[in-house]
DNA sequence: CATCGTTGTTCCAACGATGTAAAGACCGAG
DNA sequence: CTCGGTCTTTACATCGTTGGAACAACGATG
């Protein structure tokens, strides 16, 4: 591999010449330029990132910490988070914490200014003293706790409201929620705009309709869509708090012979590309996904860049995307 | 951020001393020892990565090469590569190609020696002159071209000939298969398999039962069903050459009315999680992607130490899931 | 007490890049 | 022909770490 110091004696000039050349410094001699321009070419030089970090003081790289590749929420920002990182020279770091109080712990541990510039987190289990980050970070989501991070993302009491609005106007009367969490921000306040709904239409709110779900996954839907189904009096509609969730729903529906939507309306949050091809395909809470990645790209520059340090909250917008599940075709 | 001299100024030792304690070199005195780990702890020191690896002569980092993050299996395989990586205390850095050339020549020219210690690829278009590798590299999937990369997959052949099998054992004589592609290695050999088991059946190999598909996203499965429905004579099953493909052709299927098993029966290849919670749930050839992780990583790792550059070609297992799409509850 | 081998520590150079300061080349003005 | 100012290039130090050589301390040996 090339090194500077490589180019330098081909082109006859000094090192510093040669950087300033890659550099783009503006006093360098037209003929030495040219020397350096082909000596370049013929050498194939690539700079060191490491070694120019080093020099830098900065590393190059962003994390982004979030529970597990394999749910597609996740997936699908992680690779918009990539593709905006790319505009800014910045390289993704994806740690997985699987939604793990430990994995999150470890992931943070493992961050810093030698490893990353700037941090992008969706945590789901961290504490208030877990937050002693020794670089610029941005949370996804909610706070959880009261952390002083800059945030970026929806209005997830807005959004829950009308996902539940929309059943309402359907003419559901008994609806229920699947996905309540004890620590999880966002699990609340989807939680608090499905109370909201409810609230404004006069419906009542029953303690049995809300069910509780630790983690976010197919199964976790499906099994709580049993446990409703079981109900003296199951519910006619079902707000999920992800479209994991819902689509685990709808197949616990099916395994019971539960037609959807006309047996049981379902709407799902996140909008997986997965809901659109789901038979019914899916009712679902649609943020924008990239958005948020370019916002939270965008500020974490922002901030290693100036060092002033003002915390933001970024809102990005979000829709409804009115399928099968709630409507028939 | 503490270094290793604010350490030795700390212990009052040399910066030397304290790099010898923390990389575990035995001939340090006890009582120098205790008092360097005290103030390794008291500073809270974590090793500035790029200087170690500057120094080392390593990057610390290997890269995964994909077309795209949104696509679930390579979305669980990154998961995993990330897993297995960290064993070798290797971080992973992922770049999308969208499957394109052009991505996939610019992910290339981007890795190098100075960047990554090693790479895993997963082309789809690439050409032989491509292959101008300056680190140790190893394939996902298949060969599409004669290179000499060592490859880590399963025997596609075998596999879809598993699957093409488990259809004819079922009664089907009319089988379909979907995502035949002009470049992709894994579509001939998958190709290869489906005909060797009509071949073995002595069923007849129908062109116009072959379809092509160019990306192996969801809306191809659908366009390409649709068209097989559109046949004067439709077929009874269809073998499609992945799980999304699967995902979009039972979509379209339901959207005609036809009903997935009785009247048409799916597998899909890849076993996607996505597809245990379909209505119907998906048969499909699973690939022990954990395995493949794994492999892929230990081979670099391998390489990466030892200078040798034997290729190796290692096959990883398989199994058929047999699920709904193609025996009903 | 000189010598030796073992153990423990320090100093120096190097990895590849860049910022700083100083030196060299060049120009026109006085 | 010197001076002062702009260009242009260079030498050097530096980022944080580690390998190697040098050095120092030590008890054991002859």
């Known amino acids: 591999m090339a090194t500077l110091k490589d180019v330098a004696r ?3 000039v000094s090192v510093k010449t040669v950087s300033n050349v890659v550099n783009g410094y503006s006093f360098v001699k037209a003929d030495n330029r040219r020397r350096v321009e082909e000596a370049l070419e013929a050498t194939g030089y690539r700079p060191n990132l490491g070694a120019r970090n080093l020099r830098r003081g900065r590393t190059g790289f962003i994390a982004l910490v979030l529970p597990e590749l394999s749910i597609p929420y996740f997936a699908e920002l992680a690779g918009l988070v990539i593709a905006a990182a790319q505009e800014h020279e910045w390289n993704v770091l994806i740690e997985q914490t699987f939604g793990t109080l430990a994995g999150e712990r470890s992931a943070l541990a493992s961050l810093g200014p030698h490893l990353v510039d700037a941090a992008i987190l969706s945590p789901e289990a961290l504490q208030v003293d877990d937050f002693q980050l020794s670089v610029p970070a941005v949370l996804l989501g909610e706070h959880a706790i009261d952390v002083p991070i800059s945030r970026v993302g ?3 009491v807005a959004a829950a409201q009308t996902a539940v609005r929309h059943l309402i106007s359907l003419g559901h009367q008994r609806i229920a929620a699947i996905g309540a969490h004890p620590h999880r921000g966002t699990a609340a306040l ?7 709904a409810l609230a404004e239409a006069s419906l009542p709110f029953v303690d049995e309709l809300v069910v509780p779900a630790l983690n976010y996954h197919r ?9 409703l189904l079981d109900l003296r009096n199951p519910p006619d509609a079902v707000f999920c708090f992800n479209d994991l969730l819902a689509i685990g729903a709808m197949r616990a529906a099916a395994e019971r012979f539960v037609r959807v939507p006309q047996d049981l309306a379902v709407v799902g949050f996140d909008n997986n590309e997965e809901s659109v091809y789901s038979s019914p395909s899916l009712t679902s809470v649609a943020p924008d996904k990239g958005a948020i990645a370019r916002a939270a790209v965008d500020l974490l ?9 003002a915390l933001e909250d970024v809102e990005t917008p979000f829709s409804l995307q009115v399928r099968e599940s709630t409507v028939a075709r």
């Open 10 to 12: 081909l082109a006859g």
């Open 154 to 156: 929806i209005d997830n």
């Open 190 to 196: 989807r939680l608090e705009g499905y109370r909201a």
């Open 219 to 227: 199964a976790d839907g499906a099994a709580a869509m049993k446990s």
């Open 301 to 309: 520059h922002r901030r290693a860049e100036s060092r002033d340090s």
